[in-house]
């Protein structure tokens, strides 16, 4: 199952990307003040410099600039991964010149400090059911829970949607229930925050 997610959601954000370029758009985001306030809550689970992160689910790799704005390329050391193609051959030309920045396509055990994963469990399509999707939900967790040493951070489209703002292809998590698991799997140290002007929420565990 995880496979046909996999190839339908690589499918839909590489089209995305060749539509609209290295741009939020292209990432499937609304704007960059949208996409930065995202980066704000998931970052909140870095303590302090320096810092090995991994961008789960990178896209072109906005991220790094985010992060510029707060560490010198000295304190940080950044990966992304991704699965698309494209996204990966844009972000290494994006960021071409930058040592302390890399990407990859395929990750091996390689630990990280932090993991951060934005916007990974919101396009659904039609891959799966609600059981199935949360399955998947489940599983990426733990590949990311395994690749952090002191924490990561994840968000997803909340179920307190207004019902006339959801979309059919895309899926809302009950974030009271990942909560729990994440308290009763992961760590005694877990944050939601759901206080931000967006329909999702950013679930951050410290380990």
Request: hydrophobic letters at 35%.
């Amino acid at each position: 199952m995880s496979g046909k997610i996999l190839k339908g959601v690589n499918k839909y954000y590489s089209e995305k990307l060749g539509e609209h370029g290295r741009t939020p758009k292209g990432v499937d985001w609304n704007s960059q003040e949208s996409q930065y306030l995202r980066f704000a809550q998931l970052c909140r689970v870095i303590i302090q410099a320096p810092l090995n992160i991994l961008d789960y689910g990178c896209g072109y790799g906005e991220l790094v600039n985010y992060l510029r704005k707060y560490y010198t390329n000295e304190e940080f050391n950044y990966t992304g991964y991704d699965i698309s193609d494209s996204m990966i051959v844009q972000a290494k030309e994006l960021f071409q010149s930058n040592t302390n920045v890399s990407f990859l396509q395929n990750l091996s055990e390689e630990k990280f400090d932090y993991v951060v994963a934005s916007g990974i469990f919101n396009v659904r399509l039609d891959l799966a059911t609600d059981n199935e999707w949360k399955e998947y939900i489940i599983q990426t967790l733990q590949k990311i829970n395994s690749l952090s040493v002191k924490g990561f951070s994840f968000n997803a489209l909340t179920s307190y949607s207004d019902p006339e703002h959801m979309k059919d292809y895309l899926y809302y998590s009950d974030p009271l229930w990942l909560f729990d698991y994440c308290k009763l799997n992961f760590s005694k140290n877990v944050a939601l925050l759901h206080d931000y002007e967006l329909y999702e929420f950013t679930m951050i565990i410290r380990k």
